[in-house]
């Protein structure tokens, strides 16, 4: 159990496209979501969270015109970097937290190329 | 919000030995959540601790909570090539239910 998709794995767009993500909590229901940026070999920094139903709440220097957010059911969020340009280039990964257990899954991330 | 620090930042051990690695919090914290991540891989949730003073086993990892719940670590016994990846900490404020990630720490190791 506690199952979180996320899609796509991998993408490679062009400068100045949108792409959108995908988390999914498979197999149990997630209020909220979170979505995080990784640089290589570096901890997980918080972008923003995700609530169902709700406005997201973004961390400090997170332009939430750039990063769009939403929480359409329990089950999935979506994340859409609009514009993208190489600086976005990264590997974002979403996170479920259990609305029971408070445990938080993530899913296996997505790996972002901005050419 | 907190700091989580974790300490060390990276630990190459010989096979068959011991390690612990350590995370620290500036405030106290209602929870700590540990995830392992494998090279190229995402974070995969471990345990979570609740209580001051927790101690949990999960087979050769034993991880613990402090009395104050402001620290907690994990300890390995006679590590494995399996055991490679980095480890994290992670926990909430008092006033928040967001996680704060300690750095991670990086397990080599020598067979």
């Known amino acids: 159990g506690a199952v979180v998709s996320q899609h796509p794995s991998r993408v490679i767009c062009k400068s100045g496209t949108s792409v959108k993500i995908e988390c999914r909590s498979l197999d149990f229901q997630a209020t909220t979501m979170f979505w995080y940026r990784q640089f290589p070999k570096q901890s997980l920094m918080l972008m923003a969270t995700?609530?169902?139903?709700?406005?997201?709440?973004?961390e400090q220097g997170v332009e939430k015109d750039k990063f769009l957010i939403n929480h359409a059911s329990l089950t999935l969020s979506t994340l859409t970097v609009t514009s993208a340009h190489p600086e976005d280039s990264s590997f974002y990964i979403c996170?479920?937290?259990?609305?029971?257990?408070?445990?938080?899954?993530f899913g296996p991330g997505t790996r972002l190329t901005v050419t | 919000g907190q700091q989580v620090m974790q300490i060390p930042q990276y630990q190459h051990v010989q096979e068959g030995e011991d390690f612990t690695t350590y995370c620290n919090s500036s405030?106290?914290?209602?929870?700590i959540q540990w995830y392992k991540q494998r090279p190229g891989g995402h974070p995969v949730f471990l345990i979570q601790?609740?209580?001051?003073?927790e101690v949990k086993k999960q087979k050769r990892l034993t991880f613990q909570f402090g009395e104050a719940k402001k620290n907690s670590s994990l300890h390995i016994t006679a590590t494995q090539t399996t055991d490679v990846g980095t480890y994290f900490c992670?926990?909430?404020?008092?006033?928040?239910?967001?996680?704060?990630f300690g750095a991670g720490t990086t397990v080599t190791v020598r067979a």
């Open positions: 996170s479920a937290r259990h609305a029971v257990s408070y445990e938080q899954y």
């Open positions: 601790l609740v209580k001051s003073g």
């Open positions: 992670a926990g909430w404020g008092s006033n928040d239910y967001k996680l704060s």
């Open positions: 405030t106290t914290l209602s929870n």
């Open positions: 995700s609530n169902e139903g709700s406005k997201a709440t973004y």
